[in-house]
Protein backbone atom coordinates (compact mmCIF):
# COMPACT_ATOMS: atom_id res chain seq x y z
CA UNK A 1 0.00 0.00 0.00
CA UNK A 2 1.11 3.36 -0.67
CA UNK A 3 2.66 5.32 1.82
CA UNK A 4 0.59 8.86 1.03
CA UNK A 5 -2.66 9.08 -0.37
CA UNK A 6 -3.91 12.67 -2.10
CA UNK A 7 -7.88 12.97 -0.81
CA UNK A 8 -8.77 16.23 -2.61
CA UNK A 9 -6.92 18.95 -5.32
CA UNK A 10 -7.28 22.67 -5.17
CA UNK A 11 -9.24 23.95 -8.39
CA UNK A 12 -6.78 26.86 -9.13
CA UNK A 13 -3.27 25.93 -7.96
CA UNK A 14 -1.21 22.87 -7.19
CA UNK A 15 -2.44 22.61 -3.57
CA UNK A 16 -3.57 19.00 -2.46
CA UNK A 17 -4.68 17.81 0.49
CA UNK A 18 -3.64 14.28 2.19
CA UNK A 19 -2.55 11.33 4.39
CA UNK A 20 0.87 10.39 5.01
CA UNK A 21 1.06 6.82 6.93
CA UNK A 22 3.71 5.75 8.92
CA UNK A 23 4.69 2.84 11.33
CA UNK A 24 3.26 5.36 13.82
CA UNK A 25 0.02 6.24 12.58
CA UNK A 26 -0.79 8.60 9.81
CA UNK A 27 -0.23 12.84 9.45
CA UNK A 28 -2.95 14.78 7.62
CA UNK A 29 -1.26 17.02 5.39
CA UNK A 30 0.04 19.48 4.40
CA UNK A 31 1.34 19.37 7.82
CA UNK A 32 3.59 21.29 9.98
CA UNK A 33 6.25 19.19 12.14
CA UNK A 34 7.40 20.99 15.31
CA UNK A 35 11.08 20.56 15.62
CA UNK A 36 13.03 18.50 18.65
CA UNK A 37 16.24 19.32 17.64
CA UNK A 38 18.14 16.59 20.32
CA UNK A 39 14.78 14.58 21.11
CA UNK A 40 12.58 17.26 22.81
CA UNK A 41 10.47 20.33 21.85
CA UNK A 42 11.76 22.76 24.00
CA UNK A 43 9.68 23.30 27.13
CA UNK A 44 6.63 20.97 25.99
CA UNK A 45 6.14 17.68 27.14
CA UNK A 46 4.15 15.19 24.52
CA UNK A 47 0.67 15.76 25.98
CA UNK A 48 0.66 19.42 24.94
CA UNK A 49 2.27 18.93 21.90
CA UNK A 50 -0.84 17.03 20.79
CA UNK A 51 -3.22 19.54 22.59
CA UNK A 52 -1.64 21.63 19.78
CA UNK A 53 -3.02 19.36 17.33
CA UNK A 54 0.50 18.96 16.07
CA UNK A 55 0.51 15.28 14.94
CA UNK A 56 4.20 14.40 13.61
CA UNK A 57 7.51 16.20 14.87
CA UNK A 58 11.30 16.40 13.63
CA UNK A 59 14.40 15.49 15.61
CA UNK A 60 18.04 15.56 13.96
CA UNK A 61 20.26 12.82 13.38
CA UNK A 62 23.61 14.92 14.13
CA UNK A 63 22.90 16.20 17.06
CA UNK A 64 21.85 13.00 19.07
CA UNK A 65 24.39 11.44 17.32
CA UNK A 66 27.07 13.31 19.49
CA UNK A 67 24.59 12.79 22.34
CA UNK A 68 23.66 10.79 23.93
CA UNK A 69 24.66 8.62 20.51
CA UNK A 70 22.42 6.38 18.36
CA UNK A 71 22.87 3.12 20.49
CA UNK A 72 22.02 4.84 23.68
CA UNK A 73 18.62 5.99 22.04
CA UNK A 74 18.44 2.78 20.48
CA UNK A 75 18.59 1.09 23.97
CA UNK A 76 16.22 3.98 25.41
CA UNK A 77 13.66 2.47 23.33
CA UNK A 78 14.70 4.16 19.80
CA UNK A 79 13.27 7.92 19.14
CA UNK A 80 10.07 7.44 20.19
CA UNK A 81 10.98 6.39 23.69
CA UNK A 82 13.65 8.92 24.51
CA UNK A 83 11.10 11.55 23.83
CA UNK A 84 7.67 10.07 25.10
CA UNK A 85 6.27 10.50 22.20
CA UNK A 86 4.03 7.64 19.93
CA UNK A 87 3.47 9.25 17.15
CA UNK A 88 5.30 10.19 13.70
CA UNK A 89 8.87 11.06 14.07
CA UNK A 90 10.92 12.39 11.01
CA UNK A 91 15.12 12.80 11.50
CA UNK A 92 17.41 15.72 9.35
CA UNK A 93 20.60 13.13 8.43
CA UNK A 94 22.67 15.88 9.14
CA UNK A 95 23.04 17.66 5.61
CA UNK A 96 21.75 20.88 7.03
CA UNK A 97 24.59 20.87 9.35
CA UNK A 98 26.68 21.21 6.45
CA UNK A 99 25.29 24.55 6.23
CA UNK A 100 25.18 25.65 9.42
CA UNK A 101 28.11 24.43 11.23
CA UNK A 102 30.59 25.29 8.02
CA UNK A 103 33.33 27.07 10.04
CA UNK A 104 33.49 23.33 11.59
CA UNK A 105 33.34 21.03 9.12
CA UNK A 106 35.77 19.83 5.56
CA UNK A 107 33.72 18.39 2.59
CA UNK A 108 35.23 16.04 0.49
CA UNK A 109 33.56 14.06 -2.16
CA UNK A 110 33.24 11.25 0.18
CA UNK A 111 31.33 13.10 3.19
CA UNK A 112 32.46 15.97 5.67
CA UNK A 113 34.60 15.88 8.61
CA UNK A 114 32.94 17.81 11.56
CA UNK A 115 34.52 18.90 14.96
CA UNK A 116 32.11 18.68 17.27
CA UNK A 117 29.99 21.71 18.37
CA UNK A 118 30.34 19.89 21.87
CA UNK A 119 34.11 19.10 22.68
CA UNK A 120 35.99 19.71 18.94
CA UNK A 121 36.14 15.36 18.61
CA UNK A 122 36.56 14.90 14.61
CA UNK A 123 33.06 13.59 13.51
CA UNK A 124 32.96 12.08 10.19
CA UNK A 125 29.64 11.73 8.30
CA UNK A 126 29.53 10.14 4.95
CA UNK A 127 26.10 8.27 3.54
CA UNK A 128 25.96 4.87 4.85
CA UNK A 129 27.08 6.55 8.30
CA UNK A 130 24.08 8.97 8.17
CA UNK A 131 21.35 6.55 7.18
CA UNK A 132 22.97 3.58 9.71
CA UNK A 133 22.26 6.01 12.67
CA UNK A 134 18.81 7.17 11.43
CA UNK A 135 17.66 3.52 11.21
CA UNK A 136 19.07 3.07 14.90
CA UNK A 137 17.05 5.88 15.80
CA UNK A 138 14.14 4.60 14.34
CA UNK A 139 12.21 7.46 13.61
CA UNK A 140 9.52 6.68 11.00
CA UNK A 141 10.87 9.27 7.96
CA UNK A 142 13.99 9.80 7.63
CA UNK A 143 16.12 12.03 4.89
CA UNK A 144 19.43 11.00 2.77
CA UNK A 145 22.30 12.62 3.33
CA UNK A 146 23.43 15.63 1.28
CA UNK A 147 24.86 18.96 0.55
CA UNK A 148 23.15 22.15 1.64
CA UNK A 149 25.25 25.05 -0.32
CA UNK A 150 24.97 28.83 1.27
CA UNK A 151 22.89 31.73 -0.78
CA UNK A 152 24.09 33.39 -2.68
CA UNK A 153 26.83 30.67 -3.87
CA UNK A 154 28.84 30.47 -6.71
CA UNK A 155 27.65 28.52 -9.81
CA UNK A 156 30.31 25.68 -9.88
CA UNK A 157 30.39 24.98 -6.37
CA UNK A 158 26.11 24.93 -6.63
CA UNK A 159 26.78 22.58 -9.08
CA UNK A 160 29.32 20.42 -7.02
CA UNK A 161 26.79 20.27 -3.97
CA UNK A 162 24.22 18.99 -6.59
CA UNK A 163 25.96 16.18 -7.52
CA UNK A 164 27.49 15.07 -4.53
CA UNK A 165 23.90 15.34 -2.85
CA UNK A 166 22.85 12.73 -5.93
CA UNK A 167 25.47 10.89 -5.49
CA UNK A 168 25.30 10.57 -1.72
CA UNK A 169 21.41 10.15 -2.03
CA UNK A 170 22.08 6.84 -4.17
CA UNK A 171 24.51 5.14 -1.25
CA UNK A 172 21.69 6.42 1.35
CA UNK A 173 18.94 4.18 -0.76
CA UNK A 174 21.69 1.41 -0.83
CA UNK A 175 22.88 1.62 3.11
CA UNK A 176 18.90 1.90 3.93
CA UNK A 177 17.91 -1.14 5.93
CA UNK A 178 15.01 -0.53 7.97
CA UNK A 179 11.50 -1.35 5.77
CA UNK A 180 9.70 0.51 8.70
CA UNK A 181 11.08 3.74 7.83
CA UNK A 182 10.53 5.67 4.80
CA UNK A 183 13.13 7.29 3.10
CA UNK A 184 13.59 10.52 1.34
CA UNK A 185 15.52 12.60 -0.97
CA UNK A 186 16.60 15.85 -0.90
CA UNK A 187 16.54 18.11 -4.13
CA UNK A 188 19.30 20.48 -4.07
CA UNK A 189 20.12 23.34 -6.19
CA UNK A 190 19.83 26.59 -4.70
CA UNK A 191 17.47 28.94 -6.75
CA UNK A 192 19.36 28.00 -10.15
CA UNK A 193 16.49 26.47 -11.76
CA UNK A 194 18.47 23.77 -14.22
CA UNK A 195 20.46 22.55 -11.30
CA UNK A 196 16.81 22.08 -9.63
CA UNK A 197 15.70 19.97 -12.91
CA UNK A 198 18.56 18.57 -12.87
CA UNK A 199 18.88 16.97 -9.06
CA UNK A 200 14.97 16.09 -9.54
CA UNK A 201 15.06 14.26 -12.19
CA UNK A 202 17.85 12.00 -11.32
CA UNK A 203 16.60 11.57 -7.18
CA UNK A 204 13.27 10.93 -9.14
CA UNK A 205 14.90 7.88 -10.82
CA UNK A 206 16.34 6.52 -7.71
CA UNK A 207 12.55 5.98 -6.15
CA UNK A 208 12.29 7.72 -2.91
CA UNK A 209 9.33 7.36 -0.56
CA UNK A 210 9.39 10.74 -0.76
CA UNK A 211 11.48 14.05 -1.49
CA UNK A 212 12.27 16.88 0.17
CA UNK A 213 13.05 20.71 -1.34
CA UNK A 214 16.22 21.55 0.90
CA UNK A 215 18.47 24.30 0.42
CA UNK A 216 15.80 27.23 0.94
CA UNK A 217 15.24 29.47 4.13
CA UNK A 218 18.98 30.48 3.55
CA UNK A 219 18.58 33.55 2.98
CA UNK A 220 17.23 33.85 -0.54
CA UNK A 221 13.69 35.44 0.44
CA UNK A 222 9.88 35.13 -0.21
CA UNK A 223 9.74 35.36 -3.53
CA UNK A 224 13.06 33.04 -4.40
CA UNK A 225 11.54 30.55 -2.43
CA UNK A 226 8.27 30.70 -3.92
CA UNK A 227 9.29 30.30 -7.24
CA UNK A 228 12.04 27.93 -7.10
CA UNK A 229 9.48 26.04 -4.54
CA UNK A 230 6.92 25.52 -7.40
CA UNK A 231 9.34 25.38 -10.26
CA UNK A 232 10.84 22.01 -7.77
CA UNK A 233 7.96 20.44 -6.71
CA UNK A 234 5.88 20.09 -10.03
CA UNK A 235 9.28 18.17 -11.39
CA UNK A 236 8.58 15.43 -8.44
CA UNK A 237 5.96 12.45 -8.73
CA UNK A 238 2.65 13.28 -7.61
CA UNK A 239 2.22 10.16 -5.98
CA UNK A 240 4.85 10.85 -3.47
CA UNK A 241 4.91 13.51 -0.44
CA UNK A 242 6.75 16.60 -1.01
CA UNK A 243 8.53 17.87 2.30
CA UNK A 244 9.97 21.79 2.34
CA UNK A 245 12.64 21.97 4.81
CA UNK A 246 12.99 24.46 7.28
CA UNK A 247 10.67 27.14 5.61
CA UNK A 248 8.08 28.37 8.50
CA UNK A 249 6.89 32.09 8.03
CA UNK A 250 3.16 31.44 7.49
CA UNK A 251 3.16 33.62 3.93
CA UNK A 252 5.75 30.64 2.52
CA UNK A 253 4.44 28.15 4.33
CA UNK A 254 0.97 29.51 2.09
CA UNK A 255 2.74 29.99 -1.21
CA UNK A 256 4.70 26.39 -1.01
CA UNK A 257 1.38 24.88 -0.75
CA UNK A 258 -0.06 26.43 -3.68
CA UNK A 259 3.21 24.91 -5.36
CA UNK A 260 2.25 21.03 -4.32
CA UNK A 261 4.16 21.08 -0.92
CA UNK A 262 2.76 18.78 1.49
CA UNK A 263 5.18 18.82 4.92
CA UNK A 264 6.98 21.35 6.36
CA UNK A 265 9.03 22.41 9.86
CA UNK A 266 10.71 25.16 11.39
CA UNK A 267 12.00 25.95 14.99
CA UNK A 268 10.04 30.27 14.71
CA UNK A 269 7.23 28.88 16.75
CA UNK A 270 9.09 28.11 19.25
CA UNK A 271 12.24 29.93 18.73
CA UNK A 272 9.98 33.51 18.86
CA UNK A 273 7.91 31.87 21.85
CA UNK A 274 11.10 31.59 24.02
CA UNK A 275 11.81 35.39 23.16
CA UNK A 276 8.20 36.62 23.74
CA UNK A 277 7.21 36.64 20.02
CA UNK A 278 3.82 35.73 19.60
CA UNK A 279 2.03 35.03 15.84
CA UNK A 280 -1.66 35.83 15.65
CA UNK A 281 -4.17 36.38 12.65
CA UNK A 282 -3.39 40.05 13.35
CA UNK A 283 0.13 40.44 13.36
CA UNK A 284 3.23 39.79 15.31
CA UNK A 285 3.19 40.82 18.91
CA UNK A 286 5.62 41.47 20.90
CA UNK A 287 5.04 40.83 24.82
CA UNK A 288 7.58 42.83 26.26
CA UNK A 289 6.42 45.56 25.29
CA UNK A 290 5.37 47.54 27.74
CA UNK A 291 1.78 48.39 26.00
CA UNK A 292 0.73 44.77 27.57
CA UNK A 293 1.53 45.69 31.24
CA UNK A 294 -2.15 46.17 32.45
CA UNK A 295 -3.73 43.90 29.50
CA UNK A 296 -6.04 41.33 30.61
CA UNK A 297 -6.79 40.53 26.75
CA UNK A 298 -5.48 36.76 26.18
CA UNK A 299 -2.92 36.74 23.50
CA UNK A 300 -5.15 36.17 20.64
CA UNK A 301 -8.71 36.16 21.00
CA UNK A 302 -9.66 33.66 19.04
CA UNK A 303 -7.49 30.91 20.12
CA UNK A 304 -8.74 28.64 21.78
CA UNK A 305 -5.17 26.84 23.33
CA UNK A 306 -3.92 26.23 26.85
CA UNK A 307 -1.82 29.70 27.03
CA UNK A 308 -5.00 31.93 25.72
CA UNK A 309 -8.00 29.89 27.53
CA UNK A 310 -5.64 30.42 30.93
CA UNK A 311 -3.42 33.70 30.64
CA UNK A 312 -3.33 37.61 29.71
CA UNK A 313 -1.33 39.64 27.72
CA UNK A 314 0.07 41.24 31.12
CA UNK A 315 0.47 37.85 33.06
CA UNK A 316 2.50 36.86 29.91
CA UNK A 317 4.69 40.00 29.81
CA UNK A 318 5.27 39.50 33.61
CA UNK A 319 6.56 36.04 32.96
CA UNK A 320 8.63 37.43 30.86
CA UNK A 321 10.19 40.33 32.05
CA UNK A 322 10.90 38.32 35.65
CA UNK A 323 12.50 35.19 33.84
CA UNK A 324 9.71 32.69 34.99
CA UNK A 325 10.31 29.59 32.23
CA UNK A 326 6.73 29.02 32.35
CA UNK A 327 6.07 32.22 29.40
CA UNK A 328 8.01 30.70 27.27
CA UNK A 329 6.92 27.39 27.72
CA UNK A 330 3.30 29.16 27.03
CA UNK A 331 3.92 31.08 24.44
CA UNK A 332 5.62 28.58 22.75
CA UNK A 333 1.96 26.74 23.25
CA UNK A 334 0.25 29.22 21.91
CA UNK A 335 2.76 29.39 18.80
CA UNK A 336 2.64 26.19 18.06
CA UNK A 337 -1.55 25.62 17.90
CA UNK A 338 -1.48 28.74 15.96
CA UNK A 339 0.36 26.77 13.22
CA UNK A 340 -1.73 24.12 13.57
CA UNK A 341 -4.52 26.39 12.89
CA UNK A 342 -2.76 27.37 10.06
CA UNK A 343 -2.56 23.93 8.81
CA UNK A 344 -6.29 23.27 9.58
CA UNK A 345 -7.60 26.22 7.77
CA UNK A 346 -5.43 25.60 4.42
CA UNK A 347 -7.01 21.35 4.77
CA UNK A 348 -10.29 23.00 5.16
CA UNK A 349 -9.87 25.65 2.11
CA UNK A 350 -8.31 22.76 -0.24
CA UNK A 351 -11.22 20.87 0.49
CA UNK A 352 -13.58 23.66 -0.10
CA UNK A 353 -12.17 24.48 -3.39
CA UNK A 354 -11.63 28.02 -2.57
CA UNK A 355 -8.00 27.61 -1.35
CA UNK A 356 -6.57 29.53 -4.34
CA UNK A 357 -8.36 32.94 -4.19
CA UNK A 358 -7.64 32.02 0.15
CA UNK A 359 -4.06 31.96 -0.35
CA UNK A 360 -3.46 34.94 -2.86
CA UNK A 361 -5.28 37.35 0.02
CA UNK A 362 -3.62 35.73 2.97
CA UNK A 363 0.04 36.27 1.77
CA UNK A 364 -0.91 39.45 0.70
CA UNK A 365 -2.07 40.51 4.35
CA UNK A 366 0.83 38.69 6.16
CA UNK A 367 3.14 40.26 4.04
CA UNK A 368 1.60 43.84 4.98
CA UNK A 369 1.82 42.65 8.63
CA UNK A 370 5.47 41.67 8.82
CA UNK A 371 6.22 45.55 7.56
CA UNK A 372 4.56 47.08 10.32
CA UNK A 373 6.35 44.83 13.00
Known sequence: MACFQITAKDLHSRGRRGTLSTAHGTVQTPAFMPVGTRGSVKGLTPDQLRQTGSEMILANAYHLMIRPGSDVVRNLGGLHGLMGWDGPILTDSGGYQVFSLSTLNRITDDG??????????????????????????????????DECAPYPCERGRLATAVERTVRWAGQ???????????????????????????CARQLVSLDFDGYAIGGLSV?????????TAQHTAQLLPEDRPRYLMGV?????IIAAV????????????????????????????????????DD???????????????????????????????GPTLLSIHNIAFFQRLMATIRERIEAGDFDSWAGEMILR????????
Open 112 to 145: VEFASHVDGARIYLDPETATRTQNALGADVIMCF
Open 172 to 198: CREAHTNERQLLFGIVQGGVDKELRTQ
Open 219 to 227: GEGHDHMAT
Open 248 to 252: GMPAD
Open 258 to 293: RAGVDLFDCVLPTRNGRNAFAFTADGAIRLRNTAHM
Open 296 to 326: TSPVEADCGCYCCANFSRGTMRHLFNVGEML
Open 366 to 373: LQAQSGNC
